[in-house]
């Protein structure tokens, strides 16, 4: 059972538009929502993250959107830069509050072209 | 700072042959540690995680197994590798509790088995 899922596998946008990658889960537990940024032949590295009690968080040209109701989040970059063009993965975290730690869930990710 | 290292980089080896990766993380102490694999196509699978020497937790059953010798070490290992078992694996670590900060991910491994 997927439950974190990225229908989008790829996205195409034109530089300065704006790039809304979207997600979608199916476990009303997840209580931070990530995005991650990766490269070929590189690690992911960490975008932006949201809290489930929030609905929106902003860093820069990033932003992150969640709608609880709907199970669904959304990460927006404007204007997109061709330096933007990479596979993007979403995940979702559940916390385990007696063992102090938590495990992340990941999306099959969206890979996303920013065109010159 | 804290730092992962994970190597080699690329690994090409015969089916039936041993595997060792090996990830270490430095600036951070008591890290829960992780090891991914993305394989041709797909997303991030979770196949070991760790919260402490010795412990690990395995997500799928499979021709590969984990360490943790030290806190700060993770090996993941096969004893005779299968053709499918070839993809882009990576270690990851986090801190507990702060789950908005999401794992840090070493630069993977590509491995071929050929």
């Known amino acids: 059972d997927q439950q974190v899922k990225q229908n989008s596998p790829s996205l195409s946008v034109q530089e300065g538009r704006i790039s809304i990658l979207n997600c979608d889960y199916t476990n009303s537990m997840f209580d931070y929502f990530l995005w991650y940024k990766k490269y070929p032949a590189e690690g992911p590295t960490f975008l932006i993250s949201?809290?489930?009690?929030?609905d929106k968080n902003e860093d820069g040209r990033f932003t992150v959107f969640l709608n609880k109701s709907a199970k669904h989040l959304s990460l927006h970059i404007v204007p997109s830069q061709p330096g933007d063009s990479a596979v993007y993965f979403c995940a979702a975290s559940i916390s385990y509050s007696g063992a102090g730690s938590y495990q992340l869930t990941f999306g099959k990710g969206t890979k996303l072209s920013v065109i010159p | 700072s804290q730092t992962i290292h994970q190597w080699p980089a690329t690994l090409v080896q015969p089916v039936g042959s041993p595997l060792s990766l090996e990830c270490t993380v430095e600036g951070t102490s008591n890290p829960n540690l992780y090891w991914y694999r993305q394989a041709a196509g797909r997303g991030l699978q979770l196949l070991f995680y760790?919260?402490?020497?010795?412990?690990i937790s395995s997500e799928v059953p499979q021709n590969l197994s984990a360490s943790r010798p030290q806190d700060r070490q993770f090996i993941l290992s096969s004893k005779k590798l299968l053709l499918s078992d070839s993809g882009f694996y990576l270690c990851a670590w986090s801190v507990r509790v702060q789950a908005r900060y999401g794992y840090t991910f070493g630069s993977g491994t590509r491995l071929t088995v050929v």
């Open positions: 949201i809290s489930s009690i929030k």
């Open positions: 760790s919260v402490g020497i010795g412990q």
